[in-house]
């Protein structure tokens, strides 16, 4: 079968030509009659969504189902999916840019589904129940709803939806409008153009503002897909096209018809389409357009401006290098000597020939055409000695990935440049909404894609819409996915509990080898129990904290402690958040104490009672926290008599102090026994630090140590003098003379050196001289005859001085110069 010239289907309009490319056929049952429904296309050759115009009458069928029905198919006009209609009135009917149709009812209520039927709701508000909402607008993300009074209501985000109002327009009749997306606006806001009266009235978030035009009212109202431009249709059937700020106008078409045009939309951003059921006009500020898809019942036809390079290739004529290496490649095939002539004559620009040839074979839709343009590229590097073969490569694989997703089975039309845009991974997904596993797995490989979602996607699918049991699922599942990498068994599990499959969601999860994944799902589906321990396997602290304080919030605390009680590591845990408390610095005494009940840890749970005690202000109150604790040990006070004793005598030493409080100018509460007794000695109160010593069976050692320290504190240098005629020390003298000379009373601090026994000889020297006595230090060298010691004193004292010469006639007796 001969294959037709491209050119043959080219139309030349003034300077540019343009083609109709035929992409399917037989596309919709004859016995449906477009003309009836409401149909909205998705984005980058989407699918397309049919419901019946209930504004128009439609004669009775017996064999045709009577229910109402959003119909979704493919380009091709393959039915995807069918979704019963209960829900009222539809008044708006569009796709976002993921390719999720959204339905907006009469009273304001938004479903958003996928292509599966699945979907999501939620309400306009705003007063859309009472008014009702009477058209609606989309784009990639959002839409405007236009309600019977005039108030405009706005969604930003289809996934966090929250409607606004707009800045209301005037009262009258809205004949026709449209929204500039908030992308392409200076003020970040959708911006609504409304058509009342002769002009137009522009609304965002903040105000609507008049732009004082009066050639209205028009009856339709287009903006472009970048912002730029705005088309207006009169009613006396002119179409202006001008700047969307209103400031210039860029042409005006007179289509001469009576008749109002049945859709008036943007082609790309240069050209509108005005088609009436049996005549399209073409508009334009340029005068050529992008592309737009044709969509009848015989035929899915694409519509566009013939492409630079493919006009450079194939116009009648022309004598482009890369027109002449296609036909060096034919002239090849045909065995013909003429094909060295073409390249000889081409020569100089050869490179050039050839990425034209590779640039026009992407926006060839013909897979014959696309063939002999690469044969031709190929020719063409086999003769050059150096060329970067990447862009080739890659456009043999965008063309494979391209006609494969053209093919009718699919219905997904992508042209090019729309394939760039929408980029391979975009393309996957658009083929997971249709669960093309298959398809999207070899694009996924050729390309060198990863292929975990997918799979991810493909088992998801199969808990929901499976019909086996839960075993045989997971089994399946588990077959086709293991030793795949990156696989999140989460996820699908997720999709299994959320499907009421809560059995078949835990096996799952046994799969998934990060606990991290694991463990939050199990808390949603109350396995508690199987999500500590799946948190402790990790390893992970954080994770167990994290499940512990969820659990803790949740469970009574009865229950939270038989959980943790047989799991060591939790309850360690636990244990060591409540010691650390909650960032004020406070242990959670609470929790801590009725953690060690439960487990009949009595003598922890006695030492929260004491750290409690220590921390009260008041001594009553240590003192009742101190016979908490003493009664929690006394159930085994044979095995407690040490901690018995010890609180025993705390309690004492509480009420002594709290007497002492009372009686005396200064607080003692707080305080250890040697403390309060420094205390009292150093205030003078002698008997009472005698009565605390008897109490508290407080050795003499201590005592002389703790007296000692008072009255050097005190700078008593009287009782201390007393204190050294004593014939003994208990600590010896040293730790006088240590203590005294410290406090700088060197004097004093020099009567203690001779009571010092057990002294090597030469440090009773450096005690005189650190006291300042350097000729008894001398003294004591030349006892001893140390010459070098002697000798730096002197020299330290000076030769000169009378202390130097009283050293020097001490030495000269033992020292021969």
């Not at 009458?57 to 019963?84: E, H, M, N, W």
Request: net charge negative.
């Amino acid at each position: 079968m001969e294959v037709a010239h491209p050119t043959a289907g080219w139309e030349q309009l003034g300077e540019r030509f343009y083609r109709r490319i035929q992409l399917y056929t037989q596309v919709f049952d004859q016995d449906l009659d477009l003309d009836n429904y409401i149909v909205a296309g998705a984005p980058y050759g989407g699918a397309i969504a049919l419901y019946r115009d209930e504004d128009k009458l439609v004669a009775f069928q017996p064999t045709k189902a009577t229910k109402p029905s959003i119909d979704i198919y493919s380009c091709a006009g393959k039915l995807i999916r069918r979704i019963p209609w209960d829900k009222g009135s539809v008044k708006g009917l569009g796709w976002s840019e993921e390719e999720k149709l959204l339905a907006v009812t009469a009273d304001g209520t938004v479903r958003c589904y996928d292509l599966q039927g699945d979907f999501s709701q939620f309400s306009l508000g705003n007063g859309a129940e009472e008014s009702g909402v009477r058209s609606c607008k989309f784009y990639d993300h959002g839409l405007v709803a236009l309600l019977s009074n005039n108030a405009l209501v706005s969604v930003s985000s289809y996934d966090e939806p929250r409607p606004k109002l707009l800045a209301p327009p005037p009262d009258g009749h809205v004949y026709s409008w449209n929204i500039i997306p908030p992308a392409y606006t200076l003020s970040r806001s959708v911006e609504v153009l409304l058509s009342i009266d002769q002009t137009i009235y522009v609304s965002d978030a903040t105000e609507c503002e008049d732009r004082f035009l009066d050639i209205g009212p028009f009856t339709h109202i287009a903006v472009s897909p970048n912002g730029k431009f705005a088309a207006l249709y009169t009613a006396t059937g002119k179409a202006h096209v001008i700047t969307s700020d209103f400031q210039t106008r860029l042409s005006e078409h007179d289509s001469k018809s009576k008749i109002p045009p049945k859709y008036f939309q943007w082609c790309g951003n240069d050209a509108v389409v005005i088609a009436w059921e049996d005549e399209v006009h073409l508009v334009g500020p340029g005068e050529h357009y992008d592309g737009v898809r044709v969509i009848a019942n015989d035929t899915c036809d694409f519509i566009q401006k013939v492409p630079d390079v493919i006009e450079e290739v194939f116009r009648l004529g022309t004598d482009s290098p890369a027109s002449i290496l296609l036909d060096a490649v034919q002239q090849l095939e045909a065995q013909s000597p003429k094909a060295d002539d073409d390249i000889q004559l081409i020569r100089p620009y050869l490179v050039e020939a050839v990425d034209t040839c590779v640039n026009a074979a992407g926006h060839e839709f013909n897979i014959h055409w696309q063939k002999q343009l690469l044969k031709a590229a190929s020719f063409g590097k086999s003769v050059l000695d150096i060329y970067n073969s990447d862009d080739f490569v890659d456009m043999c694989e965008t063309l494979r990935v391209l006609n494969a997703v053209r093919f009718f089975e699919i219905g997904l039309p992508l042209s090019y440049e729309q394939y760039q845009r929408l980029s391979p991974s975009g393309l996957i997904a658009r083929l997971l909404n249709r669960h093309e596993y298959l398809l999207a797995l070899r694009i996924a490989g050729y390309l060198r894609l990863p292929t975990d979602k997918i799979y991810v996607h493909w088992a998801s699918a199969k808990v929901r819409n499976g019909t086996e049991d839960d075993d045989a699922i997971c089994r399946k599942i588990v077959e086709k996915l293991s030793g795949k990498p990156g696989i999140s068994f989460e996820a699908i599990a997720r999709a299994a509990y959320d499907e009421g499959r809560g059995r078949l969601a835990t096996e799952l999860l046994n799969h998934e080898p990060r606990a991290g994944r694991q463990v939050p799902l199990l808390l949603s589906m109350e396995e508690d129990e199987v999500a500590l321990d799946k948190a402790i396997e990790s390893g992970d602290t954080d994770l167990i904290y994290a499940v512990l304080h969820q659990l803790k919030r949740k469970l009574p605390l009865a229950t939270f402690f038989r959980v943790i009680n047989t799991r060591p590591t939790a309850t360690a845990l636990v244990e060591a958040s409540a010691s650390l408390g909650s960032g004020e610095g406070h242990e959670d005494t609470a929790l801590l104490k009725d953690l060690y009940y439960q487990d009949d840890r009595r003598l922890d749970g006695a030492a929260v009672f004491i750290r409690e005690a220590l921390r009260q202000p008041e001594t009553r109150t240590a003192g009742d926290k101190l016979a908490l604790a003493a009664k929690l040990l006394t159930d085994n006070a044979k095995e407690n008599v040490f901690e018995l004793t010890a609180l025993k005598e705390a309690a004492t030493l509480l009420r002594m102090q709290e007497a002492f409080d009372r009686d005396l100018t200064d607080s003692f509460t707080g305080l250890s026994v040697n403390q309060t007794m420094f205390k009292l000695i150093r205030l003078g109160y002698h008997g009472r630090a005698k009565k605390i010593q008897s109490e508290f069976k407080v050795s003499e050692k201590v005592v002389w140590w703790i007296r000692l320290q008072a009255l050097v504190a005190k700078r008593d240098w009287n009782e201390i003098e007393e204190v050294s005629k004593a014939r003994k020390s208990p600590i010896g003298w040293e730790p006088f003379y240590n203590q005294t000379l410290q406090a700088g009373n060197l004097r004093l601090a020099a009567t203690f050196i001779p009571k010092c026994t057990g002294l090597e000889p030469g440090e009773i020297i450096t005690m005189y001289e650190k006291c300042g006595m350097r000729v008894k230090a001398a003294e004591e060298a030349v006892k001893i005859k140390d010459a070098e010691s002697w000798s730096k004193l002197l020299e330290a004292a000076g030769r000169g001085t009378q202390e130097g010469r009283e050293i020097e006639r001490l030495g000269l007796a033992v020292f021969k110069k």
